[in-house]
């Protein structure tokens, strides 16, 4: 997942486990396939980056705002930056200390949803930088990935405690599903076409499905160790996720059947993946081992673009206005785009 997700959790893997309604299938119609290796784009001469105010803060999660401006958490620093269009950055300080923030996303009600996971939070600042946060049920529950549900809820993985859990935006009221198998660590999650809810076990190695009744499936990645982070709704209908360990990404059908694609560069650490411009029928990830940004085409074609500050680590990537692709550099500091995707 996000850095500190990954750090906590990179020790030793657990293969991956037969789930019921598991299907592992074999290429063409599943597993693993070798085609779709495209290109890599060694200039980076679209790519335009921007340094944060604060020096080693760390951002990691990204989002364009419902006011236009990008929005992205400061791991390091307790704070929530704001990127506007004069290419200005201001900084909000989270009141939890070391709360570490992590993902953001705009919730249903236009105000910016983020996790504070060793804060045990998750909080939400307005457009003009009001923060509102509220404690989980138990603490030690590294709060993670978010997505809005189909009721209208903030749904958000509790990676400690096993758990997915929603929070409605109206009374803040949390709603707790705990997990069928025990040491899963859910990771992001993404709402799927028909309003079901899909998410990633990180050391479970396991994609999981909240059906729009309750109901909890997993399904079993074919290759063991795989720790899967992001997950997004592909243009195809399909969910799409990567496998930051295996160096792959993943896509799974609504009834289970799941095909991997390798990365065109080995120990590339795929983190985040989110569906690209409209009308385009790919995926943006990131490389965080590889210091790329990439994208993948619905049949499976990979291209890697380099991101030009060197070891910069980027982490949470999001499609903005414009068809422009927003990206973070925890390493380096900065906010990284591609004006021509």
Same mark, same amino acid.
């Given at each position: ?7 906590? +959790?990179a ?5 991956a ?10 290429? !063409? &119609? ?14 980076p ?9 604060? %020096? ?12 236009g ?6 791991n390091?620093k307790?704070?929530?930056? %704001?990127?506007d269009?004069?290419n ?9 200390? /070391? ?14 949803? #983020?996790?504070?996971?060793? @804060?045990? /939070? ?15 049920? %138990? ?5 993670? &990935?978010?997505?809005?549900? !189909? ?26 599903? %705990? ?10 999650l ?8 899909? #998410? ?8 999981g499905?909240?059906? +729009?009744? @309750? ?5 079993? *990645? ?10 997004a709704?592909?243009?195809? &209908? ?18 289970g ?9 080995a ?6 993946? +989110? !569906?690209? !411009? ?10 965080s ?5 990439? /994208? *993948? ?7 890697? #673009? @380099?991101?030009p ?7 949470? *990537? ?8 927003? #990206?973070?550099e925890f390493?380096?500091?900065?906010? &990284? ?5």
């Amino acid at each position: 997942m996000l850095r500190r997700l990954l750090a906590a +959790t990179a020790v030793v893997f657990l293969s991956a486990c037969a789930s019921r309604g598991v299907v592992t299938p074999s290429a !063409p &119609g599943g597993g693993t396939a070798s085609l779709g290796i495209a290109a890599h784009r060694a200039s980076p001469d679209a790519i335009v980056e921007k340094l944060v105010r604060s %020096k080693n803060a760390g951002p990691l999660g990204i989002v364009t705002g419902p006011d236009g401006n990008i929005w992205f958490t400061e791991n390091l620093k307790n704070r929530i930056g %704001k990127l506007d269009s004069t290419n200005h950055i201001t900084e909000f300080t989270i009141p939890t200390l /070391k709360s570490h923030p992590n993902h953001i996303i705009v919730g249903p009600d236009n105000d910016l949803w #983020f996790s504070e996971s060793t @804060g045990d /939070k998750v909080a939400k600042i307005t457009t003009a930088g009001t923060i509102t946060e509220y404690p989980l049920p %138990k603490l030690g529950s590294e709060p993670g &990935g978010l997505a809005v549900g !189909p009721d209208g809820d903030v749904w958000f993985s509790e990676t400690f405690h096993n758990r997915i859990a929603k929070i409605s935006p109206t009374t803040g009221a949390i709603t707790e599903m %705990k997990l069928p198998e025990a040491r899963s660590e859910p990771a992001f999650l993404a709402k799927a076409s028909d309003g079901s809810m899909w #998410f990633t076990e990180f050391l479970g190695d396991r994609i999981g499905e909240v059906k +729009t009744n @309750g109901t909890i499936v997993e399904f079993a *990645i074919p290759t063991a160790n795989a720790a899967p982070a992001g997950i997004a709704a592909g243009p195809d &209908g399909n969910l799409w996720f990567v496998e930051e360990a295996a160096s792959k990404i993943g896509r799974i059908t609504k009834t289970g059947t799941i095909t991997e694609f390798p990365t065109t560069t080995a120990a590339a650490k795929p983190l985040v993946i +989110t !569906p690209g !411009p409209s009308g385009q029928n790919d995926l943006w990830f990131t490389e965080s081992g590889a210091n790329n940004i990439a /994208k *993948i085409t619905t049949s499976g074609a990979i291209t890697e #673009f @380099g991101v030009p500050t060197a070891n910069s680590e980027p982490h949470d *990537i999001f499609v903005g206005a414009g068809s422009v692709v927003w #990206f973070t550099e925890f390493a380096a500091d900065r906010i &990284g785009s591609d004006t021509s995707p």
